[in-house]
DNA sequence: TTTAACTTTCATTTATTATTGAAATTACAA
DNA sequence: TTGTAATTTCAATAATAAATGAAAGTTAAA
């Protein structure tokens, strides 16, 4: 295979897995293209290259930035902004992990939270709604600390917490 | 809070949670019913609570059948088809985990080999492809190897794996 | 300051995904 | 075997999400 032919399977690629996370592919795909670049890229550059236009690229830079997992650059003596990727993929997923964790597992716990105190009346639906869901509250509550609890190794999280679990 | 309203509640939340992690609205609440369900339902009764079309129930409810995390129940002498679902959360989580595997990183994998398999140019763009793409694929590779190893206690394996993760 | 390079915003358009509903199919009680 | 209740399928439609592009907003060099 081709390098240019890789690097396209490769974007098309993390682009299809993010719309199967709830990640827009546009912003899965810049962040592929500036994973995979040595040099820090402008948002002219990134247009050409994934034929996008202004506004998509703007916004989807953006919210790159706002999960932490690519940054802005300044050439000195140049007006305009280029950006590249976080380069520690640990580090990476140490973000991702930190970013769901805040935006979708925390709200959830607190609707499970508040849904499984609900009173006990004597029906048995309601018996069986305030069962699951705190069970389902327990549940996510530990996977969430266990989570937080790999990725606070900092450094090969996946290689140590592997160890750990062999022992 | 009222019974009615927390359960309307937790199906909205389970939805929404649903198309955050790119699966359908529908499927996420049908889901959320069943398992606060203290009974089997048929497909008239979830048509009914979720105020969903026939077609939209019968799609998705053999979607969770696929995933393994609701089940078919016959009752004796009656011809409609009853729903429950999976009622194990350890399992729950162990079936969704086992299928986003199979359905995502395994293929992920794949291509992550493949690209990162492009013969040597001598260019640094071609240069720092491989060598992301092919870090890349350690990682997913590690990650997807301790998601498995965790899963496979069977049982209570997020409490497990705590324990191990403190020692 | 002005000016122009560069970036952001957002109403509109386009693309994608989900849902409907009716026809076709299946399957089982009589 | 029917006859029919129950389910599935899928083309059409609706709902949602993403992308465009031009105007407004910023910023810094001249």
Do not use: C
């Not at 682009?15 to 996370?21: E, P, S």
């Not at 805040?102 to 939270?113: A, D, G, M, N, S």
Request: aromatic share 8%; hydrophobic share 40%.
């Amino acid at each position: 295979m081709e390098f240019d032919q890789a690097k396209n399977k490769f974007i098309q690629t993390w682009g299809a897995l993010g719309t199967q996370w709830g990640i827009n592919k546009t912003m899965a795909q810049i962040h592929a293209l500036l994973m995979v670049s040595p040099e820090a890229l402008s948002m002219e550059d990134i247009m050409g290259e994934l034929y996008i236009s202004r506004g998509n690229a703007s916004m989807n830079l953006r919210a790159l930035i706002d999960w932490g997992i690519i940054f802005k650059e300044y050439k000195t003596g140049e007006r305009r902004e280029y950006f590249v990727a976080e380069s520690n993929i640990d580090e990476l997923a140490r973000k991702i992990a930190k970013e769901r964790s805040k935006r979708e597992i925390k709200p959830t716990l607190r609707v499970l939270q508040e849904v499984s105190s609900i009173e006990e009346t004597g029906s048995t639906e309601a018996a069986q709604f305030k069962t699951k869901t705190a069970e389902l509250y327990e549940f996510v509550s530990r996977a969430d600390s266990m989570l937080e609890k790999i990725t606070d190794y900092k450094e090969s999280w996946i290689t140590k917490t592997i160890m750990k679990l062999m022992k």
